[in-house]
Nanobody
Framework: QVQLVESGGGLVQPGGSLRLSCAASGRSFITSTIAWFRQAPGKEREFVAAISQGGTVRDYADSVKGRFTISTDGATSTVYLQMNSLKPEDTAVYYC?????????????????WGQGTQVTVSS
């Protein structure tokens, strides 16, 4: 069993930055893939970024490439999502997700465990 707890959300102005954290317990990151998804009001949950194979493989949605960076701290079993140059369209609830096998996937159905989500609001 894996437990995921997100933190770091909040209100930020357009162009600002936030760093989200996902603290995991119950399984080593070395054998897991961890991803961030987001869900805006009235929209489906969508893939944002993922990291796998101990942090050596990463992937991003086109909408966040060059602005968001996913990283992992194996010592604390924490995955981070550094979000820069935020836009109003980045406003959503951000979820951390984990799957028990290596290999990045972008569908919600490919992930076995989910956190409770953290709200990110980008507004002036």
């Amino acid at each position: 069993q894996v437990q995921l707890v997100e933190s770091g959300g909040g209100l930020v102005q357009p162009g600002g930055s936030l760093r989200l954290s996902c603290a995991a317990s119950g399984r080593s990151f070395i054998t897991s893939t961890i991803a961030w998804f987001r869900q805006a009001p009235g929209k489906e949950r969508e893939f944002v970024a993922a990291i796998s194979q101990g942090g050596t493989v990463r992937d991003y949605a086109d909408s966040v490439k060059g602005r968001f960076t996913i990283s992992t701290d194996g010592a604390t079993s924490t995955v981070y999502l550094q979000m820069n140059s935020l836009k109003p369209e980045d406003t959503a609830v951000y979820y951390c997700a984990a799957r028990n096998v290596l290999g990045i996937r972008v569908l919600t159905t490919d992930y076995d465990y989910w956190g409770q989500g953290t709200q990110v609001t980008v507004s002036s």
